[in-house]
């Protein structure tokens, strides 16, 4: 079931990510872990609290599916691996803590409520920061808004950018696509089956 519940949730968070924005999936799968993590520290029943579980759980991944696309289009292509590696370390680490906050704390609904206070001060910074500028140029056409985010990025990091040369790059990049075969469903869901055969051996 979690099994399940993992794959769904990842692929909501891709598919909410692509069309609304990577930064509108994050707050969407953190308002869903929140009311989950709520739903399940007050439950008055197992079976309330196995559904918020499912509901917590499902906005977790969604988090991580979306906050993962965020790393990887906010940095440079030399510090991606580090960060993207970094993030996955930083949930390993928070799940240390929560088995020691668990042992230490008199109730498991106490732990609840501390992950609930938690999961607000992780939504805070995402409205702090910007759309992904990658997802205005491929899913919006937006360049204005494509360029703003540029620069906010530009500006936290102290870096003077020309943003003349962004459309050009734009376009040659679409120049180069539009010259490409694009692969069909049978050819890519052959290639997934190889990728996945390749990943068991």
């Known amino acids: 079931k979690q099994w399940y519940q993992r794959r769904v949730a990842i692929t909501a968070g891709g598919i909410i990510s692509d069309i609304l924005g990577r930064r509108f999936a994050a707050v969407v799968g953190m308002c869903l872990a929140l009311a989950g993590t709520v739903l399940a520290a007050t439950a008055p029943s197992y079976w309330v609290l196995m559904g918020s579980r499912l509901v917590q759980g499902a906005g977790r991944y969604m988090v991580s599916t979306a906050s993962y696309l965020l790393v990887l289009e906010f940095t440079a292509s030399k510090h991606r691996a580090f960060l993207t590696s970094f993030a996955e370390i930083l949930w390993s680490i928070g799940y ?4 020691i906050s668990a042992y230490l704390l008199y109730s498991w609904r106490w732990l609840l409520w501390l992950t609930a206070i938690l999961f607000i001060g992780a939504t805070i910074p995402l409205f702090l920061i910007p759309e992904s500028p990658r997802f205005y140029f491929s899913n ?8 703003e985010s540029l620069q906010w990025l530009a500006d936290r990091n102290g870096v003077e950018i020309d943003l003349k040369n962004i459309e050009i790059e734009k376009n040659r990049s679409q120049e180069e696509d539009q010259g490409k075969e694009q692969p069909g469903l049978l050819e890519t869901l052959r290639e997934f089956i190889k990728y996945r055969e390749m990943t068991i051996q």
């Open 96 to 99: 240390i803590l929560v088995a």
């Open 140 to 147: 919006k056409n937006d360049e204005a808004s494509a360029k």
